[in-house]
């Protein structure tokens, strides 16, 4: 592995292929000599619209990553659920389904997911949170088979959701976590008890800060505040990846500032 800017790290350290205004390869070639592992935001929107590489660009994606130990990790577009009735041709599957295919000669680190709880996060019966359990643990199944094992899913909490909200589904699949440090710290949660206990399972963690929105530099968070999370990672020698999940050269350059910061301030 090529080290990041940042010396001396246990785990992989990554950002987003949205940094500067161009397409993902502009991008990934950009940040190539910055980092170690880049997320890929993948989209297909219902009118034919995508970013997904063709081919020729997977090719010099494999490129630029074996010439500088880079790794990737891929964003799938799409909460996944099961259709009406158990449907499993549901559109979020179909579009994971694509996306992996189109990637899998990356070799990703991991792919990222949401599960679509919308409808019952708040609340629901007996009998609706059990069937929405149910089909959640069948989409992780179906699309971990896409993968080549459920491992390489890494199941993202959101923000606004219960803390719990999917262990139950989890615990049923042998799938990996991706755990998001900016949504904790925007629902106000202490994200070192909820980490400690999911890193033995975790592949992928995102960290953001918050300002007038989500994924904004680290700069805006309080050094009490990210200190003790880094500080985590090292004692438990997390060996994933660390994405900085924010989406603008701006805020990716002050958020490595102060990682940097840190790393100095931790080995002098």
């Known amino acids: 592995m090529t080290q990041s800017l940042i010396p001396n790290l246990p785990y992989h350290l990554g950002t987003t292929s949205y940094i500067i205004p161009a397409d993902i390869l502009p991008n990934v070639r950009y940040l190539a000599d910055k980092v170690d592992d880049v997320e890929l935001v993948l989209f297909e929107v219902d009118d034919g619209q995508n970013n997904l590489p063709s081919r020729e660009t997977i090719h010099e994606l494999n490129g630029v990553a074996a010439s500088h130990g880079l790794t990737f990790t891929v964003h799938l577009p799409l909460d996944l659920r099961?259709?009406?009735?158990?449907?499993?041709?549901?559109?979020?599957?179909?579009?994971?389904?694509?996306?992996?295919?189109?990637?899998?000669?990356?070799?990703?680190?991991?792919?990222?997911?949401?599960?679509?709880?919308?409808?019952?996060?708040?609340?629901?019966?007996?009998?609706?949170?059990?069937?929405w359990r149910d089909d959640s643990t069948r989409a992780l199944e179906i699309v971990g088979e896409y993968a080549g094992g459920a491992e390489k899913l890494a199941v993202e909490n959101l923000e606004r959701y219960p803390l719990d909200f999917i262990s139950p589904v989890i615990n049923r699949v042998a799938v990996s976590r991706c755990v998001d440090v900016g949504h904790l710290w925007l629902d106000g949660h202490d994200p070192l008890p909820y980490l400690r206990q999911a890193l033995p399972r975790t592949k992928v963690i995102h960290i953001h800060g918050i300002a007038e929105r989500d994924h904004k530099s680290l700069a805006h968070v309080p050094p009490e505040k990210l200190n003790p999370v880094i500080d985590l990672l090292h004692q438990e020698n997390f060996s994933g990846v660390m994405t900085i999940e924010v989406f603008g050269e701006e805020d990716f350059e002050s958020s490595m500032q102060t990682l940097q910061t840190y790393s100095v301030l931790r080995n002098p």
């Not at 158990?86 to 792919?111: M, Q, W």
């Open 82 to 131: 099961l259709g009406d009735g158990g449907d499993e041709s549901h559109i979020s599957l179909s579009k994971a389904h694509k996306v992996i295919d189109c990637t899998r000669d990356l070799n990703p680190f991991a792919y990222v997911l949401h599960l679509d709880g919308k409808e019952i996060k708040n609340g629901g019966t007996p009998t609706q949170i059990q069937q």
